[in-house]
């Protein structure tokens, strides 16, 4: 069974830093480069959203309008982990993070239905 685990979260104040990592195992038959991956986020009581995506190979990546310019999503499939560096951080980027993975040729897609696997998330607040 595949396993998403999503690490980085923490306290910081607006402006600063975090890099977020979400390793996988436990793959079978399809191998960790031939997933998509996807953060999403849920800030309390709103709805989850989508924040950033890439593709298997790690040359598509897609961004929400909130993300862009700020975060910048990476992958390493050597070790299995996908990265989310996220800077200048915002008050309205408080919330709990997650990544999921979907077996997917060509590209990434933001919409979180179509992913297969989900990690338990990892806790991020920004606050002066």
């Known amino acids: 069974q595949v396993q998403l685990v999503e690490s980085g979260g923490g306290s910081v104040q607006p402006g600063e830093s975090l890099r977020l990592s979400c390793a996988a195992s436990?793959?079978?038959?399809?191998?960790?480069?031939?997933?998509?991956i996807a953060w999403f986020r849920q800030a309390p009581a709103k709805e989850r959203e989508a924040v950033s995506c890439?593709?298997?190979?790690?040359?598509?990546?897609e961004y929400s309008d909130s993300a862009k310019g700020r975060f910048t999503i990476s992958r390493d499939n050597a070790k299995n982990t996908v990265y989310l560096q996220m800077n200048s951080l915002e008050d309205e980027d408080t919330g709990t993070y997650y990544c999921?993975?979907?077996?997917?040729?060509?590209?990434?897609?933001?919409?979180?239905?179509?992913?297969?696997?989900w990690g338990q998330g990892t806790r991020v607040t920004v606050s002066s």
């Open positions: 999921a993975a979907l077996n997917r040729a060509l590209g990434c897609v933001m919409t979180g239905p179509d992913y297969e696997y």
């Open positions: 890439i593709s298997r190979s790690g040359r598509g990546m």
């Open positions: 436990g793959f079978t038959g399809f191998s960790f480069d031939y997933y998509s």
